[in-house]
């Protein structure tokens, strides 16, 4: 089974408009992280924000939010105000066994393009 | 100047060559990872590295090996190229003491292209 699952492979949105990114997850871990990147067109992974298991409040950093449903296994990324400048492909992953031992290293869904349109 | 960096950025080889990437960071990260993309799919683990001492596999190690020479470089070998290995491979770092986020901090990428 998938451990994150990505359900929209691409996405047209009209700029200044806000945009909810989907992002489902599958873990037994009870310690957990999830983060999301933008990958813009030259190819580089850019960190945007991180959400901990245990963490009471749905993380935000500026334009960005994490919608965070523990029960649901979901971790949406919502982008407010939308901007030419955000056309990328974004990915959710996942880090398991946040709070020591285990394998290490992040396991990605398959991304969503998006493109913001003028 | 860049915190992680990739040497080459881009390079072309044939099959059955044996090849080198190599990652450095200057960000004083114990923790250093390998993760390819194929066009379409996200990233997936090659290999990591906790210090110098100590390398695992990650999910899809086959065909690849590693050298941690220094905390600060990370290289990723393949021994003999085959075509399905042309994808575009990102170098990765970080420090739990750092933050408590686990952040992972990526190089810029190597394209490489297996004839």
């Known amino acids: 089974a998938q451990k994150i699952t990505q359900t929209q492979p691409g996405m047209f949105v009209q700029e200044k408009e806000a945009v909810t990114l989907d992002c489902t997850y599958d873990t037994s871990d009870p310690s957990y992280g999830l983060f999301w990147y933008k990958q813009p067109s030259s190819g580089e992974m850019i960190f945007l924000i991180y959400q901990g298991s245990y963490d009471q409040q749905n993380a935000t950093e500026g334009r960005y939010s994490l919608n965070f449903q523990k029960a649901r296994k979901s971790a949406n990324l919502v982008i407010s105000a939308s901007q030419l400048g955000d056309s990328a492909m974004y990915f959710c992953a996942m880090r398991e066994g946040m709070r020591g031992g285990g394998a290490d290293g992040l396991t990605f869904g398959k991304g969503t393009h998006l493109i913001i349109q003028p | 100047d860049a915190d992680v960096t990739q040497t080459p950025r881009n390079r072309i080889t044939k099959t059955g060559k044996r090849i080198m990437l190599e990652c450095s960071q200057t960000?004083?990260?114990?923790?250093m990872y390998w993760y390819r993309q194929d066009p379409g799919l996200g990233l997936r683990l090659i290999y990591y590295?906790?210090?110098?001492?100590?390398?695992n596999k990650g999910e899809i190690s086959d065909g690849y090996s590693v050298s941690r020479q220094a905390q600060a470089k990370f290289s990723l070998s393949l021994e003999s190229a085959i075509p399905n290995q042309t994808a575009l491979y990102f170098c990765?770092?970080?420090?739990?003491?750092?933050?408590?986020?686990?952040?992972?901090?990526f190089g810029p990428g190597t394209r490489l292209t297996v004839t």
């Open positions: 990765a770092t970080s420090d739990p003491g750092d933050s408590h986020s686990y952040e992972q901090y």
């Open positions: 590295s906790f210090d110098v001492k100590d390398i």
């Open positions: 960000k004083g990260h114990d923790r």
